[in-house]
């Protein structure tokens, strides 16, 4: 047995060596992190200013991707909003499950204050968004190599997320203007098989056999959150109406 002990090793090297193309696949616990992406971090590297500003609403996203909930993208756009802070963001996607719901307390007298007698702030305007595939597997990529029966592959394909966001004026609801970003989503996939077939031909140059069959399958896939492609979209489109709004 020990002349096929070198075969035992190089699968073994072999099945670890694919093992470590994802550096993730142990699963080992991790802590959690505060979102520092380059986009978080220049909107909240916007000077503040004092003083009154512009009151802004979103009431919910429609998404045509189905992997993306439009709840969450507004949630995404409000807090990009608030992150900006060039903004004072009026709740509309909500309002039953907390404005609303604590102004009936109030009016009921089950809490102090007066809360059921305010009105609410009216925005200045109203954004809509929408997110978009923009272009489904813009580029695709892939190969393999067959080394003694031993197959290696690899692949990659990107895709392009889109988010349209619609300017409304409130006070005539005139549609005034739009901000178009898009963002490449990466995803990649690489596998090895077939190890025991480039063992069993090492064996036969030997001429010997192999005394049981050995082979490896690894697959391993990767692909670029579609959360956080959309949170950078959503991020760099805020910008940009703080650019064109937030000083008027």
């Known amino acids: 047995m020990k002349q096929y002990i070198g075969y035992f090793q190089l699968a073994l090297v072999l099945s670890l060596l694919m093992m470590t193309i994802n550096p993730r ?16 971090r220049a909107l909240q590297g916007l000077p503040r200013t004092m003083g009154a500003k512009k009151i802004v609403t979103i ?6 991707v189905p992997e993306i909930a439009a709840r969450g993208a507004t949630d995404m756009f409000t807090n990009a909003l608030v992150k900006s802070g060039a903004f004072a963001v ?13 102004r009936q307390l109030a009016a009921s007298g089950q809490t102090t204050g007066g809360t059921a007698l305010g009105r609410l702030a009216g925005a200045n305007y109203i954004f ?3 997110i978009s595939e923009a272009n489904h597997a813009q580029e695709q990529s892939n190969g393999s190599i067959n080394l003694g029966g031993m197959e290696v592959g690899a692949s990659g394909n990107i ?13 005539n609801g005139l549609v005034v203007d739009s901000v178009n970003v898009s963002k490449s989503v990466q995803s990649s996939q690489r596998s090895v098989a077939g190890v025991g077939n480039m ?29 956080k492609a959309v949170r950078a979209c ?5 910008l940009e109406l703080v650019k064109r709004y937030a000083s008027e």
């Open 25 to 40: 696949a142990s699963y080992a616990e991790s802590a959690p992190i505060v979102d520092n992406s380059n986009s978080t």
């Open 90 to 102: 009026a709740e509309r996607s909500r309002l039953n499950e907390g404005v609303n719901l604590e």
């Open 234 to 238: 959503i991020e760099g489109a805020v």
């Open 59 to 64: 009431y919910e996203f429609r998404s045509s």
């Open 199 to 227: 063992l069993g031909a090492l064996a036969g140059l030997r001429g010997r056999s192999m005394p049981i069959n050995i082979d490896v399958n690894v697959q391993s896939v990767r692909r670029e959150s579609l959360d």
């Open 128 to 130: 809509e968004g929408t």
């Open 159 to 171: 895709d392009i997320i889109g988010i349209d966001v619609r300017v409304v004026d409130a006070t």
